[in-house]
C-alpha cells in the first residue's frame, strides 16, 4: 500500500486538489512473500509474482471520511477467516472490534498523523476528503472482495501495480 500511495503521487494524475492521499491493497491481489526465497534479496520476479496480475494503478476519488468507513468495514469483513478482502492500507490508521457485527466493526480511522478522522460514535470528525490509490481490479470491480466503489469517481493509471512495488523498492527505499 506504500508502494501505490508514492506510485500515484509520482504519477500525479487523478488525484483531487485538497484531498488526502491514502491506499488500499486487497489481500487477495498479493500472491507470495516478498522476499519467498528468504534470502534477503528482492529480485524483479519476486515482486512480480507477489504482484502478479496486470492490474495498473488507480485512484478513487472524493470518498468522504463515512464512505472510508464503509471501505474500511468491507476490509474487515470476513475476519477472523483469512480473505482476499482483507485490506493493506497506508496513510491512515484504523481500530476496530473484529467480534462486533459485520458492518459495525470500525470503531476509529485517523490520518497517518494522528489525526481523527472518523469516529463509530460521532461520525466524521475532519472536513475534507481522500483519494484512494489503489489498483484497477479493485477500482473497476472488486466484486470477489466486496469493494464498491461505484458511486466514485476513478481514474484508471499506466504504472502497472507490480511496477510500482519495484519502482518504490529501489528509488523510494533505494533499494534498502
Do not use: C
Not at 503521487?9 to 487477495?28: F, H, K, P, V, Y
Not at 504482484?51 to 470476513?78: K, R
Not at 475532519?126 to 490509490?133: K, M, S, T, V
Amino acid at each position: 500500500a506504500d508502494a501505490f500511495a508514492w506510485a500515484v503521487a509520482n504519477e500525479a494524475r487523478g488525484l483531487t486538489d485538497g484531498n488526502t492521499l491514502i491506499a488500499l491493497q486487497n489481500g487477495g491481489g498479493i500472491r507470495e512473500d516478498l522476499d519467498n526465497d528468504e534470502n534477503g534479496i528482492i529480485t524483479q520476479g519476486e515482486a512480480q509474482a507477489t504482484l502478479p496480475f496486470t492490474n495498473t494503478m488507480a485512484v478513487i476519488q472524493n470518498v468522504d471520511p463515512a464512505g472510508l468507513a464503509l471501505v474500511l468495514e468491507n476490509a474487515v469483513a470476513a475476519l477472523p477467516h483469512q480473505s482476499g478482502s482483507f485490506g493493506h492500507v497506508s496513510g491512515i490508521k484504523f481500530d476496530y472490534n473484529p467480534n462486533a457485527a459485520v458492518g459495525n466493526r470500525i470503531i476509529e480511522i485517523r490520518r497517518a498523523d494522528g489525526t481523527v478522522v472518523w469516529h463509530k460514535g460521532t461520525g466524521a470528525q475532519l472536513a475534507g476528503n481522500f483519494d484512494i490509490a489503489t489498483n484497477s481490479f479493485l477500482a473497476s470491480a472488486g466484486t470477489p472482495d466486496g469493494y464498491d466503489f461505484n458511486a466514485y469517481g476513478k481514474a484508471i493509471l499506466s504504472t502497472g501495480y507490480a511496477d510500482a512495488l519495484i519502482g518504490f523498492l529501489t528509488t523510494k527505499l533505494g533499494g534498502a
